[in-house]
């Protein structure tokens, strides 16, 4: 793999960042209501609301709070949070790593599930087995995430007692214990959407020439399998699963306020219903800087698995 | 009867009287709250999330009682009102500490209410603006006054007027006042029941036993029984619930009214409806014109009248709060001190047309209303009025937006109606009356309702010392606000809250703040 390319990929972010950080900026002011009015709800006074205006330097003109904002973020200050008064990036550092974490569980829960999944349905493809599998992850493509969280708190939380109902946790094993079922939530989710590329993508697979050259050859199918089939059948897969971990983190909103777990999903909603702006510019940015890294990640994957791609 | 019998009984007696008395001390209660606190400043902060929490970590010289109408001693074991009303004098009990265990002195009295009532400082500066200076000598606080003030010991009982460590305070670390505050409410110190000992934000928050604190238990000995409460943060009221059915909280705040007949039903939990200041109603644009310059009917006070004959309170509290609220009889709840009853405006369809036909909308008209989108309770008030107006010809159009949304265009008067709710802050009815019926205030509730009369007697009753007079004051502008209808009137709900089978002595009071001083976990 060619070191200029992974650096030119990388030096491609900063433009999408100062897209995304302008783009925020403007839009979170588009908004109706302001954090002064947000924070200090219908019964202040219109003196108190221009305070509070001022204090947030909400007063001035739009290209000195821009001017300011970018300031800051220069110096690596994402400003503070208006409602909350601590600053932005201790807010982000607490937060981000328990999405960080949730989401890359669901990832691996819901590989877990497609890959084996795909893979028997493709081999079995048009029969009962095939069926099953399909129709249970069809389900799970329809059915909202809030309704799947709240079937299985239900069920192993509340009635079963194994897991415990919503919380995060103080050390590694509790976090992994406490975040299994909405883990399992997200990744059921991912799953579903995985697996139906994934099995297309075998069955393409198991149908072109050089399986049957391997096959030929002799080679047990479990080496075909893993060895063929899967490296190439997974060459979509890793892209999809790229793209989808920015919709991870969107369906991380839902899961966290259901499972009570304090990640950024939550601090986001709170912070639009809010109006904070400061938060919601720090965690855009936050948001555009990782899923440029995913797709970064996602493209070095398929090169890897498909050397053409870094040329083309 | 004979002696064994006795002896049973008298035993038995001995036995309850005995566990009746006896209060378990220590233990964890975890309480799930919604949300979490933003901001543990009891002068700079806004919200609900920090004001019905900061009485656990901060003491107020006087308290509100727990039925919400009086006010009681608290850090002050007395105080003296002089003859001409303008010079109140209260006593520091002996020995007070805050939760670090330097002492609290009269110093940081002065300090703290000097601090509370700078016009500068945060929005409840307001209620001690009657004060003209605070001096200290000893155990002595003194407030000279601008002129009599009967809102004072309310004022002083509220949590704004919370008394903090000044010498604590000044030595966080920042360049002025709101620096500080910000640093010092990270880890605040107070001298209530608790003091913060761990704050995950968005997680859970702990506060442990205060072992200075002032107050004694049943038992003789300081308050308060647990050795600790934890905040944990479930936003989802569902999920909340089951914690608490799973025994993981011993109590959830704000179970939706849907489901409290449901948790009533179970046995092995507590289904609390506090009684609260919460009033729920629809303000209405009183003013000729909208903001688009349309003719507003809303302007005849007839309309407003008509609406209000047209809206079945007693059907919306079965269809709203499943039979929990109970119809507003004045714009303050009922647990307002010096609430007056009304008349009000019994369900009567056919006196709401008589007064459109009289307004001249005798073939109705259509009017919008704000509702807070994903509000379920906004969607089925508005679907049910959508009916009850129907019948007398009024088309209501619902418009959902978000609750910051809602909030910038009633602040721009950019409305026609709104759904909103209240509660007090302080044990006194005057905070209500500036706020929904004096213009200058926020333009009563930016309904645009003006009442010269009521502007005067509220003037006089800021003043007034004598609390039947002043009864008499609020009687009449509670009629007269009645009349003019700036509002809907609709219902008083309580505060829900589901605790344990074996939580005691846990209150959320009136104004909302949730107090566990006296609380205990039962074996």
């Known amino acids: 793999m060619r070191w200029t390319y992974v650096l030119t990929r990388l030096l ?174 997200l990744g059921f989710n991912l799953a579903a959407v995985l697996m139906r590329t994934l099995r297309a993508s075998v069955i393409e697979v198991l149908t072109a020439e050089y399986v049957d050259f391997a096959r030929a050859k002799g080679l047990r199918s479990r080496v075909i399998m893993t060895r063929h089939v899967l490296r190439n059948a997974m060459i979509s897969t890793v892209t999809l699963l790229g793209l989808n971990i920015g919709a991870l983190i969107g369906g991380a909103v839902i899961t966290e306020t259901v499972f009570a777990i304090p990640g950024v999903g939550r601090l986001m909603v709170d912070a639009i219903f809010g109006r904070d702006y400061p938060v919601i510019q720090g965690l855009t940015l936050t948001f555009a800087v990782l899923v440029s890294l995913v797709f970064l990640l996602t493209d070095l994957v398929h090169a890897r698995l498909d050397p053409r791609a870094q040329h083309a | 009867m004979n002696r064994f019998t006795r002896l049973t009984l008298a035993l038995g007696a001995a036995l309850t009287l005995g566990s009746s008395l006896a209060v378990t001390r220590g233990g964890t209660m975890v309480y799930g709250r919604y949300a979490d606190s933003l901001f543990l400043d009891p002068v700079l902060n806004d919200a609900n999330l920090d004001i019905w929490i900061l009485t656990n970590l901060y003491d107020t010289l006087l308290q509100p009682t727990p039925d919400g109408k009086r006010v009681r001693p608290g850090l002050a074991s007395s105080y003296k009102l002089s003859p001409d009303g303008k010079t109140m004098t209260l006593t520091l009990r002996p020995g007070l500490r805050f939760a670090d265990g330097s002492p609290l002195t009269s110093g940081d009295v002065k300090w703290s209410l000097d601090r509370a009532r700078n016009p500068q400082n945060g929005a409840w500066n307001g209620s001690l603006a009657s004060i003209n200076s605070v001096t200290a000598q000893g155990n002595t606080v003194t407030l000279n ?188 709840s009922s647990t307002t001190p010096l609430f007056a009853p009304q008349r009000g405006y019994p369900y009567n369809a056919a006196r709401a047309r008589q007064l459109l036909q009289a307004a001249g909308y005798g073939n109705g008209f259509e009017v919008s209303c704000l509702a807070t989108s994903g509000s379920a309770n906004d969607l089925a008030l508005l679907t ?120 005691r002595g846990f209150v959320q009071i009136p104004l909302g703040n949730n107090i566990f001083t006296a609380a205990s976990l039962e074996k």
């Open chain 1, 12 to 185: 491609q972010i900063i433009p999408t960042l100062i897209l995304a950080a302008v783009l925020v900026f403007t839009l979170v002011r588009l908004l109706p209501g302001d954090p002064a009015s947000a924070i200090l709800g219908d019964r202040a006074t219109p003196e108190i609301v221009e305070r509070t205006r001022r204090e947030l330097g909400l007063d001035q003109p739009l290209p000195v709070q821009f001017a300011r904002f970018v300031g800051r973020l220069l110096q690596g200050d994402f400003g503070i949070s208006t409602s909350l008064k601590v600053p932005v990036l201790r807010l982000i550092a607490e937060r981000l790593p328990v999405t960080l974490f949730l989401t890359l569980y669901a990832a691996v829960l819901g590989a877990l599930l497609a890959v084996p999944l795909a893979v028997l349905a493709a081999v079995r493809r048009n029969t009962w087995v095939d069926g099953v599998i399909r129709a249970v992850f069809q389900v799970g493509l329809s059915l909202p995430v809030f309704y799947i969280a709240l079937q299985l708190l239900t069920l192993l939380g509340a009635r079963l007692g194994w897991f415990p109902i919503g919380g995060y946790g103080d050390t590694f094993g509790e976090h992994l214990y406490a975040l299994f079922l909405p883990a399992l939530t």
């Open chain 2, 145 to 332: 006054l601008k002129q009599p003030d009967p809102t004072l010991t309310a004022a002083l009982a509220t949590f704004n007027a919370a008394i903090m460590p000044q010498k604590l305070f000044n030595a966080a670390s920042g360049k002025n006042d709101a620096e500080k505050a910000r640093a010092f409410a990270e880890k605040p110190i107070g001298s209530g029941p608790f003091v913060l000992s761990e704050w995950k934000r968005g997680s859970y928050m702990t506060l442990k036993r205060n072992p200075y604190y002032w107050q004694k238990g049943e038992d003789g000995k300081a308050l308060p029984y647990l050795d600790a409460v934890r905040f944990e943060i479930v936003p989802d009221d569902n999920t909340r619930i089951l914690k608490l059915q799973s025994g993981e909280l011993q109590g959830a705040e704000f179970i939706p009214l849907s489901r409290v007949a449901e948790l009533k039903a179970n046995a092995r939990i507590n289904m609390e409806l506090f009684p609260s200041t919460q009033v729920n109603f629809i303000t209405m644009n009183n003013r000729p014109k909208l903001n688009n310059g349309a003719t507003n009917p809303l302007s005849d006070v007839r309309v407003r009248q008509a609406l209000n004959f047209a809206t079945n309170k007693d059907a919306l509290i079965q269809v709203v709060t499943y039979g929990t609220g109970k119809p507003m009889r004045s714009f303050m």
């Open chain 2, 384 to 503: 049910a009025l959508q009916q009850m107006w129907g019948q007398v010809g009024v088309r209501l159009k619902i418009e959902q937006v978000d609750a910051a949304t809602k909030t910038a265009r009633y602040r721009a008067n950019d409305f026609q109606m709104r759904t909103a709710g209240w509660t007090n802050d302080i044990n006194d009815p005057s905070q209500i009356t500036s706020y929904f019926a004096i213009y200058d205030n926020v333009e009563s509730l930016h309904t645009g309702f003006r009442n010269a009369e009521i502007e005067r007697l509220f003037g006089q009753s800021q003043a007034e010392t004598n609390r039947q007079n002043r009864a008499g004051q609020y009687r009449r502008i509670q009629t007269i606000y009645n009349d003019a209808a700036p509002i809907v009137f609709l219902y008083e709900t309580p505060y829900p809250v589901a605790l344990a089978k074996n939580v």
